[in-house]
């Protein structure tokens, strides 16, 4: 799936089955709400915290919840995510460039 299938089939879900989106306020704190669940599953599998019995190391399905809510904003405020990825690239190629090669803490 390329990054303009997602933006299309997430479009195609929202207007279907979640009936519209939910506003670009919504959105933004579902968003935060779903990076930090992120970070609960990171602070116990790579952190000092434990998971309690019966919790499921669920890295995947959180990650793929934060690419949803992003991918739902996107849409939402007419941003192609290839294209900006692309900018990002270039952004990063020019501006960094020598950045992290001549930082001895990555050696
Ligand atoms: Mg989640």
Redesign the pocket.
């Given at each position: 799936m390329t990054i303009k299938e997602a933006q299309e089939q997430v479009d195609r879900w929202i207007r279907t089955v979640g009936v519209r989106y939910f506003s670009e306020l919504t959105n933004m704190a579902c968003l935060t709400?779903?990076v930090g669940?992120?970070a609960r599953v990171i602070a116990r599998k790579y952190g000092d915290q434990s998971f309690k019995e019966g919790e499921n190391c669920n890295l995947e399905?959180?990650m793929a919840?934060?690419l949803w809510v992003l991918i739902c904003l996107a849409n939402q405020t007419g941003v192609d995510l290839t294209e900006a990825l692309q900018k990002s690239f270039e952004k990063k190629n020019q501006r960094d460039k020598e950045r992290h090669i001549n930082n001895p803490k990555l050696h």
């Open positions: 709400e779903e669940e992120l399905e959180e919840d934060v």
